[in-house]
């Protein structure tokens, strides 16, 4: 039964799926296509948008990693392991992106209840748990010790973490991403992402201190196989059920000329590719 409230005060939603994309979309136009959606939603061009995501061998970088004293290095690590490495334009630490993390973005206009800048994250914190109510866990929010791009948002299940959080705010819209490991081995991922901070930071350095056993996949917590492609169903279904009205598509037509223009701004940001 739908809600007359809609979902987060919206009856109207726009629903993209990027689940299965060639390698050679990587996370560079997945943060090109947030920022051109924060544009289309901030000019009533679309309703708040719901965008799945997947990436293949990616490794997204924040602003701090970048100035580690031994960046050269960090990066030359990630590309022997097969992992394209990418410096985002949200806030955060390093995360691994491949074909087992599904990523999530909600675009909603920067008004009223968004205003405020928490607001966000706690709207993507409600919506996960919408999405795993039928798995019947129990989903906490709060920083996790040892884990990879640790937050005050990192979505965990008994302790361990399975997610995390970042906004990207632009004048009258945000973009709240979140990155949720479905499958594979959470510690493995977290191996990798202690293997660049091995290599890349100096002790006099700021970066997190990671501990592999502090991160896992939902198919590792729940105990059942979990895909990229089956949070995607979830979502959908989320949206469908308390929406009045859900179109999907792509990037329209007077979208593409923003997002080549975002593209380039994301180029600049990323000399070593």
């Not at 919206?10 to 296509?33: C, N, V």
Request: glycine residues 8%; proline residues 4%.
């Amino acid at each position: 039964m739908k809600q007359e409230s809609g979902l987060f005060g919206h009856t109207e939603w726009r629903i993209i799926d990027q689940t299965k994309t060639h390698p050679s979309f990587h996370a560079l136009y997945s943060f090109a296509m947030d920022d051109t959606l924060c544009t289309s939603v901030r000019l009533r061009h679309s309703p708040a948008v719901m965008r799945g995501w997947v990436h293949h061998n990616n490794v997204v970088l924040g602003n701090v990693d970048y100035k580690l004293s031994g960046i050269r290095e960090g990066l030359a690590y990630l590309k022997e392991k097969g992992y394209l490495p990418i410096v985002r334009n949200s806030g955060g630490a390093a995360v691994v992106l491949d074909a087992g993390v599904w990523n999530l973005s909600l675009i909603l206009p920067a008004e009223d209840a968004f205003a405020d800048i928490h607001a966000g994250y706690r709207t993507m914190a409600e919506f996960i748990r919408l999405m795993l109510e039928p798995y019947g866990v129990r989903v906490e929010t709060g920083e996790v010790a040892g884990s990879y791009c640790p937050g005050d948002f990192d979505v965990s299940i008994d302790g361990r973490k399975f997610g995390g959080l970042a906004q990207r705010r632009r004048r009258g819209a945000v973009a709240v991403q979140a990155f949720l490991l479905a499958d594979g081995s959470g510690s493995a991922r977290a191996e990798l992402v202690r293997g660049f901070y091995d290599k890349a930071a100096c002790p006099n350095d700021t970066f997190p201190f990671v501990r592999p056993e502090t991160v896992a996949s939902l198919s590792e917590l729940i105990g059942r196989e979990i895909s990229s492609q089956d949070l995607m169903q979830r979502a959908v279904k989320v949206i469908e059920s308390r929406a009045e009205r859900v179109e999907f598509s792509q990037l329209l037509s007077e979208e593409t000329e923003e997002f080549a223009v975002n593209v380039a701004s994301m180029e600049a940001r990323n000399p070593h590719l």
